[in-house]
């Protein structure tokens, strides 16, 4: 495949949603995970008590960037606003009241989807953060023409919390060209003072250098909040160039700083982890589920405001808003149990993709979280061998390779990674995405061919 897709073509033969088509479809099911299908308690959520300005912040908040998926008549990927309706109103009803989405979220749908969802509800039952996505052209005229249209996309006069969005990967050099030589950071100060943004921060992914420097010019900005990745992996054992949990919020706490939390379930592995570590927590907390445990984490800094995650499903929904109505938060010994839980996560070889899609949509049609996503869960389920000589490889052969192929269409595999690398200056993890797929595509082939020696 030497054709370079529009986005048009994309849309046409890819979407936004297919990469999670499904556990079924992936070949994998949740490992141990209990039925929590059954209602949550209404009226118990847990709130916190924003310090700046009163705000009482459900500890639960909506991550709008993985809504729900259908085709149009056309055939195309569109966001199934029936289905997110529900999902916004049963959270509104269950006391969820912070909205988390972006321009570029689900290749520039969500906006407008979470507003239409929202906008069924008085504007003052619920806090609005959108963010300003200025990757790829951070020019003034275009950081403008983001700003006034995310207003325009959610139909509101106001932004209740607005956020520079995703500072880090690109240093301290990128960070000031996207926010402070174009003007836009001292233009966003002004639309605070204005009241059409209540709260401004910031989100962090990258390099400590790019936080300490962010944090630095806290006395010139007054960040009101900050939003950082965290969970019980990250807190101390942090891949790529992605800094510790732990010194993040430290920082934030030392200058009384309020953090919103991103990925608590880092993409959903915290939820689908290998059997015998979903086993041991269950076996400690027999009446929750093994996303609960991640969750309950999450919450128990008392600088956490709140804890965003991307429901797709309304069981997830229900099964968040019982962890936190109310929150029991974790003790020192749950603390350590879970420390212990990262170390045995820590053994098995993941590549940490967290199914943003800020990869997305690729110039070759390749579904790259899809084909990274059904690596990993085939790692959790003992499916990658390392060798013929492996036990049960012929069982493991089978199962990968018929997985696969129901994961991920054929045109849309990693044999058609041409190592642009256009993937990679998107990617919040710094994940080296060519890289990935070739060892993935290899290690297909040689599976293929029943040759496989080793692994890389």
């Given at each position: 495949m030497d054709k370079r897709y529009t986005r048009r073509d994309f849309l046409k033969i890819a979407?936004?949603?297919?990469?999670?088509?499904?556990?079924?479809?992936?070949?994998?099911?949740?490992?141990?995970?209990?039925?929590?299908?059954?209602?949550?308690?209404?009226?118990?959520?847990?709130?916190?008590?924003?310090?700046?300005?009163?705000?009482?912040?459900?500890?639960?908040?909506?991550?709008?960037?993985?809504?729900?998926m259908t085709k149009d008549e056309e055939g195309r990927d569109v966001i199934d606003q029936e289905t997110v309706n529900g999902l916004v109103?049963?959270?509104?009803?269950?006391?969820?009241?912070?909205?988390?989405?972006?321009?570029?979220?689900?290749?520039?749908?969500?906006?407008?989807?979470?507003?239409?969802?929202?906008?069924?509800?008085?504007?003052?039952?619920?806090?609005?953060?959108?963010?300003?996505?200025?990757?790829?052209n951070w020019s003034r005229e275009n950081s403008m023409l983001m700003y006034r249209k995310s207003f325009e996309n959610m139909e509101t006069d106001y932004f209740d919390y607005y956020l520079l969005h995703s500072i880090?990967?690109?240093?301290?050099?990128?960070?000031?060209?996207?926010?402070?030589?174009?003007?836009?950071?001292?233009?966003?100060?002004?639309?605070?003072?204005?009241?059409?943004?209540?709260?401004?921060?910031?989100?962090?992914?990258?390099?400590?250098?790019?936080?300490?420097?962010?944090l630095s010019l806290h006395d010139k900005v007054h960040w009101d909040f900050v939003q950082i990745q965290l969970n019980y992996v990250d807190w101390k054992h942090a891949s790529g160039r992605n800094v510790n949990a732990d010194y993040l919020y430290s920082e934030l706490e030392k200058r009384g700083i309020p953090a919103v939390i991103m990925e608590p379930l880092l993409g959903g592995r915290l939820s689908k982890v290998p059997q015998h570590v979903a086993d041991r927590l269950l076996e400690r907390n027999p009446d929750g589920s093994v996303a609960s445990w991640a969750f309950r984490f999450a919450g128990t800094p008392s600088g956490v405001l709140t804890v965003l995650s991307g429901m797709t499903y309304m069981e997830h929904l229900i099964d968040n808003v019982k962890t936190y109505s109310p929150l029991v938060p974790l003790n020192q010994e749950e603390l350590d149990f879970l420390e212990e839980t990262a170390q045995l996560m820590m053994t098995y070889p993941t590549i940490p993709c967290n199914d943003c899609k800020y990869c997305m949509p690729c110039p070759y049609g390749i579904d790259i979280p899809a084909i990274l996503l059904h690596y990993n869960k085939c790692v959790n389920e003992g499916k990658v061998a390392n060798s013929r000589e492996s036990e049960n490889y012929r069982k493991a052969r089978r199962a990968y390779l018929v997985?696969?192929?129901?994961?991920?269409?054929?045109?849309?595999?990693?044999?058609?990674?041409?190592?642009?690398?256009?993937?990679?200056?998107?990617?919040?993890?710094?994940?080296?995405?060519?890289?990935?797929?070739?060892?993935?595509?290899?290690?297909?082939?040689n599976l293929r061919q029943d040759t496989l020696q080793t692994t890389d």
């Open positions: 979407g936004t949603g297919s990469a999670l088509a499904g556990a079924t479809a992936l070949g994998c099911t949740p490992a141990g995970n209990k039925n929590t299908v059954s209602d949550a308690p209404a009226g118990e959520m847990t709130y916190r008590t924003n310090p700046g300005n009163g705000d009482k912040v459900s500890l639960l908040g909506y991550g709008c960037m993985r809504w729900p109103d049963y959270a509104m009803e269950h006391g969820v009241n912070y909205y988390d989405t972006s321009p570029v979220y689900v290749q520039g749908q969500s906006e407008k989807a979470s507003a239409i969802a929202l906008n069924r509800h008085p504007r003052k039952s619920y806090y609005l953060a959108t963010k300003l996505s200025n990757f790829s880090g990967n690109g240093g301290t050099k990128m960070f000031e060209e996207r926010y402070f030589d174009n003007g836009m950071a001292d233009f966003l100060m002004k639309e605070r003072e204005a009241g059409r943004i209540r709260n401004l921060g910031f989100s962090f992914h990258g390099t400590q250098e790019t936080f300490d420097y962010a997985s696969y192929d129901r994961a991920v269409p054929a045109l849309r595999q990693a044999d058609h990674c041409t190592g642009c690398g256009q993937c990679n200056d998107h990617c919040p993890q710094s994940i080296d995405i060519p890289h990935e797929l070739h060892k993935i595509d290899r290690y297909i082939e």
